[in-house]
């Protein structure tokens, strides 16, 4: 009797996928990740070992400026938080229909600068937006920053904030919602040299993230800020870090591009069926984070997972949160060269001393 053979086991599609989310908490003076994008070439080079990287706009984000990478899902930081946390998943998709939210603060002029860069994203990338909406309040955006140097802000009119995206929401099918909220231009001149120069602290950072959280929040929808700013004058004396950021009239590019492939949020509570690529914390391998900036809720919650913690030392910032208060076990590497190391070893199996001539003899536990 003749029997069918057995089938080949395919290892590819057996291999557990492995993880890793870097963070850069915004506007809080990072020396890599604390300008427009200069955290995207470490980006580029972690996702080229892992199978999956989760990150942030903040990250992302370089105004004009941008990279596709495939294996990459951008995260909004609200979200990020709740996915650490295990309340909501992440579902990727192949695109999002972007609704566009502009403020009623932003000069005609301005705006039509950022109606034509949308413009632009769907002719030239291909993106896929929906009409746009115009606040029926000036957002009102305010800037603050803290003693310790840390950047924020306030919102004087969310509840328009919240009526425009609504409207794209259940009116145009928007999947995924780009806000543009009028930033006021007369900021502190030291702090705003600073930055430019590349020794301070990004002013307008804090805000932002203070608008996408509170789309996030009440809409468990995938979103993202740019602000609108007046040019500032040419300077011989640019930091190459912060010099994406004045190349044009809006940072709404790197935006659209990002939210395009934004995965969707699905809240544990939902009805939705499970798909076999959603993404949930348990299958979270790794994160990468600044040694100083340990504090994050996103990292507090992935501690109490199976998940190796690696803190870059290089990548000082304005807080003072190291992991060994809140005792958090981590691997502590100087440069995000020696993390990028430690992650090939650790989606190896390897116990990344075994690398070194530092190996230490095995001892006898007592009972």
Known sequence: MLH???????????????????IVPTGIGAAIGGYAGDALPVAKAIAQVCDR????????????????????????????????????????????????????????????????????????????LTDYVITDAPLEVELRMTASGVSWGTIGNPDSLLRAAEVLIHKARAEAIAVVARFPDTLDEVVEQNYRYGQGVDPIAG??????????????????????????????????????????????PSVLVGLSRAPQFILKTSDDFPES??????????????????????????????????????????????????????????????AIGVLVAHKAGINPSALTTKISSLHSLSY
Not at 102 to 127: F, N, S, V
Not at 279 to 295: E, K, L, R, Y
Request: hydrophobic share 45%.
């Open 207 to 252: 805000a932002e993230a203070v608008i996408s959280h509170l789309v996030v929040r009440t809409f468990q929808i995938p979103c993202a800020h740019s602000p609108a700013l007046l040019p500032l004058p040419a300077d011989p004396n640019l930091s190459p870090r912060a010099a994406a950021e004045e190349l044009g009239y809006t940072f709404l």
């Open 4 to 22: 069918a053979p057995l089938p080949i086991p395919n290892s590819f599609t057996a291999m557990r996928l492995y993880t890793a989310i870097l």
């Open 53 to 128: 990287l989760i990150t942030h706009p903040n990250v992302l984000n370089g105004a004009s400026l941008y990279w596709n990478l495939p294996n990459a899902f951008y995260v909004e930081g609200y979200g990020l938080d709740k996915f650490a946390a295990g309340c909501w998943g992440l579902r990727p998709v192949h695109s999002n229909r972007i609704g566009l939210v502009l403020d009623q603060g932003i000069e005609p002029e301005l705006r039509l600068r950022h109606i034509q860069a949308a413009d632009a994203a769907r002719a030239t990338l291909g993106l896929s």
């Open 277 to 338: 690529g959603d993404i949930w914390a348990n299958q979270v391998d790794a994160v990468i984070s600044p040694a100083t900036a340990c504090g994050s809720s996103a990292l507090l919650s992935l501690s109490h997972r199976q998940c190796q913690i690696i803190t870059v030392q290089e990548n000082q910032t304005q807080i003072r949160v190291p992991p060994q208060p809140l005792g958090l076990k981590s691997v502590q590497v100087n440069s995000y060269l020696e």
